[in-house]
Structures are given as C-alpha cells and as structure tokens.
C-alpha cells in the first residue's frame, strides 16, 4: 500500500464579527431575560423567580408592602422543607411573626406542595414597589353590532361581561389564533 501525501495545510483567516455568517436567527431579548433571570434567583436560593415578582399576590397588598422575600434555603439534595428568609421592614416584626403560619401555607399554596416549613425573619428596608401599569391596547375596536344586539338579552351579567369580552377579542384578532 502506498501512503497519501497529506493535504496542503492552509492558514486558517479569521473574518471579522461583520463578515461571519450568522448561526442563528436573531431573538428577542424578552425570550432571554427568563434564563438570565432564572440563574440569578437560582444562585440565591429561590426555585421560582415568581415569588419574588408575584409576592404581593401571594401574602396580599398590605404584607407586601412591609415584606420582601430574600431567599429560600432548602436542605441539601432536597427540594421541600426550606427556610424561608424574609425582610420585614422596622417595627412590623412582630405583627409578621404572628401571621408566619398563615404567608407559610400561602407559599405553600402556591408553588402546589410543602416547599417552606420554616421562616427566618431580618429587619431590614423595603422599597415600595409601584404596580406596573400598561397602556391600553391602540387597536379597540368596538363589538360588531350582530354580536352586540345577541348579548344584551342575556340575564346573567358575569356571563353577559364573560361573552362580551369574548366577542371583544374576536373583533381584535386578525386571523386564526396562534398556539405556542
């Protein structure tokens, strides 16, 4: 057997950033602040960054207000039966202490399972954090007539309020549904 000659060896010319393919398609920066957010609150000890974004709907408007959770800490290798570490603005230590039981079973509530059996308590600042506010939608248009007329005889008005709303989004739309 005869042995190939090896292949000319050329020098590998980096392109500039500008000159290089792209690899992927372009995304949106909201479709990557989850993953960003989700190692920062993982780093600090919380499963979901939920709780921290969703905490005045989990104890209510007023504890939310004097409290902020810190972090959770669970037990090694373990995902249930963590501490929870909550900041409790001077002064309403003792008021919160007294409603522990209570945030514990609502934490618990709402990640579905005994995730938090204990809180430890720091007193510490709370910045107030203001509700988040949208603009309404540019492109309101009003419930066609033939869907109106049909929804003013019904009796219920939840359902009446529920259809109509229905019927508002239909109009809205601008085709069939998108399903992720």
């Known amino acids: 057997m005869t042995e190939r000659p090896a292949p000319p060896k050329y020098k590998s010319r980096k392109l500039p950033a500008e000159d290089r393919p792209r690899v992927g398609a372009p995304r949106a920066i909201a479709d990557l602040m989850p993953d960003i957010g989700r190692a920062a609150f993982r780093k600090f000890g919380f499963v979901q960054s939920s709780i921290v974004t ?3 709907e ?3 408007a007023h ?3 004097i409290s902020a959770p810190e972090s959770i800490r669970f037990p090694v290798g373990q995902k249930a039966g963590g501490t929870l570490q909550l900041t409790v603005m001077s002064g309403h230590g003792p008021m919160v202490q007294h409603m522990l039981p209570d945030i ?3 934490v618990n509530r709402f990640f579905g399972y005994a995730a938090v ?3 430890a308590i720091r007193q510490g600042d709370i910045r107030p954090v203001a509700a988040e ?3 309404p939608p540019r492109n309101l248009k009003p419930i066609p007539v ?3 007329d049909s929804l003013r005889d019904i009796g219920d008005p939840e359902l009446r309020a529920v259809l109509e709303s229905l019927a508002q989004g239909l109009a809205n739309s601008s085709g069939l549904p998108k399903i992720n």
């Open 58 to 60: 989990i104890v209510g």
């Open 133 to 135: 506010r949208r603009p």
């Open 104 to 106: 514990v079973e609502r």
């Open 146 to 148: 033939e869907l109106g």
């Open 117 to 119: 059996t204990k809180v």
């Open 63 to 65: 504890y939310a207000g």
């Open 54 to 56: 969703r905490w005045a």
